[in-house]
Nanobody, 123 residues
Framework: QVQLVESGGGLVQPGGSLRLSCAAS????????IGWFRQAPGKQREGVSY???????YYVPSVEGRFTMSRDKVKNTVYLQMNNLKPEDTAVYYC?????????????????WGQGTQVTVSS
């Protein structure tokens, strides 16, 4: 059974940082494309960043330079380091995975999803 579990969300002041984790079981993320998505209240879910097993990474313009994805193969975990957080980053953040070796930016292509973790940026 494939399971993705996000953690690391919370309340942070503007300008602060958080690191989200996405721990996988039942699959080896080494062979999976990973995406981080977020959904703010009243808005559609949107992609934040994408990572391919071959090393390609893409960040949407609103987070580029502030967010960084990384993988820990030993822990079978993917991280999203978020720096200089802004109130508009407030959302539930989800990680997703699909058995692909290349960068996948289409949300509908992702097969496995975590339950989400809340990130709130507020003073």
């Amino acid at each position: 059974q494939v399971q993705l579990v996000e953690s690391g969300g919370g309340l942070v002041q503007p300008g602060g940082s958080l690191r989200l984790s996405c721990a996988a079981s039942g699959v080896a993320l080494t062979h999976y494309a990973i995406g981080w998505f977020r959904q703010a209240p009243g808005k559609q879910r949107e992609g934040v960043s994408y990572d391919a097993p071959i090393g390609d990474v893409y960040y949407v313009p609103s987070v580029e330079g502030r967010f960084t994805m990384s993988r820990d193969k030993v822990k079978n975990t993917v991280y999203l380091q978020m720096n200089n957080l802004k109130p508009e980053d407030t959302a539930v953040y989800y990680c997703a995975a699909v058995f692909k070796g290349v960068l996948i930016t289409q949300e509908e292509e992702y097969k496995f999803w975590g339950q989400g973790t809340q990130v709130t940026v507020s003073s």
